[in-house]
């Protein structure tokens, strides 16, 4: 089953039998939600694939260990979100520690509209 609420704090729930997901659908998942901030950060997916954003180098990157990690990033994309997975050890974090608390204040103003929420509701179920 799969829903996903349209609040200002919205969550994408989806329920899946096996939470896979490629790194290729991931990194699109990545581009569509953080694609269009100015920031200069990066991705590193589970298995090694890069998802950067920005003109120049990164100042920090996010290294996502599991799928089962990224699917619970995506389906609340908020700086708690991330904080608690870096303390969880499900990421990393490779870079300037500083530059990454002002990347997380710049995804703290994220708003999804609903049309690529569900775009993603629906990217996550395919995997």
């Known amino acids: ?39 200069r950060f990066a991705f590193r997916l589970w298995d ?3 998802v950067t954003f920005g003109e120049a ?19 609340n994309p908020s700086p708690l979100t991330f904080a608690e997975a870096y303390v969880d050890g499900a990421i990393d974090l490779e870079g300037d520690l500083f530059a990454a608390m002002g990347i997380a204040n710049a995804i703290e103003g ?12 629906v990217a996550l179920w395919r995997g």
């Open 1 to 39: 089953m799969a829903t996903e609420s349209c609040g200002p704090s919205a969550t994408l729930l989806v329920s899946r039998g096996d939470e896979a997901i490629s790194s290729a659908r991931a990194a699109e998942i990545l581009q569509r939600i953080f694609g269009h901030l100015s920031l």
């Open 57 to 75: 180098t990164p100042v920090c990157t996010a290294i996502i260990h599991r799928q089962e990690t990224f699917i619970r990033l995506v389906r």
């Open 48 to 50: 090694g694939t890069p």
């Open 110 to 121: 994220i708003r999804v509209p609903l049309v690529e929420r569900v775009k993603i509701l």
